[in-house]
């Protein structure tokens, strides 16, 4: 059990029972990273580090930061797999864009059978796959922060628990998000 203080209650959690962590700020910001682990696959990147945004509407993943080595053929797989199962399909404006000519980012409605974030399994897991080969980006959006419950400790880090899968995946705006796993690269 840990015991924590929120607006002048006790809060008692089970670390057996809910998805929980703590996670640091990067030293003297008000940024905070986590290490995100992938399912097995020789495809995959055996794991990655994320960024929370509060500014993120949805959890983003850009394909560099998934995928190790993507190939022109596998790229091209995944891209017509994207496209042509009628996923659901979104454009994202990012606020520190000032290049007026790079536009909006094209992202797809995609799930993972399970990721860690840290050391906690999470199934089903949904997010916005980012068609880029470039940037390896992987932003934690206000879908996933706010289906936790927080509390900020007085060494200036985070604690998320109460995690609620649910309640990420009925905000997410895809109504019908691809399974990466069904797909052979």
Known sequence: MKKFTKND???????????????????GRNVFTVDISFPSSKAYRDSAIGVFDTGASNTIISMKALYKNLTDKQYNILKNALVNNGT??????????????????????CTLPSIKIPERDIKDFPFYMMDDRERSLILIGYDFISSCDTVQLRNGNMYFYNFDIGAMQNKMKGDNPLNLLSISI
């Open 9 to 27: 209650k006790d809060i008692y959690i089970d670390r057996t029972s809910a998805l929980d962590f703590e996670i640091e700020a990067l030293k």
């Open 88 to 109: 659901t399909k979104r454009e994202f404006s990012s606020a520190k864009n000032n290049d007026k000519n790079s536009g909006d980012i094209e992202a797809f409605y």
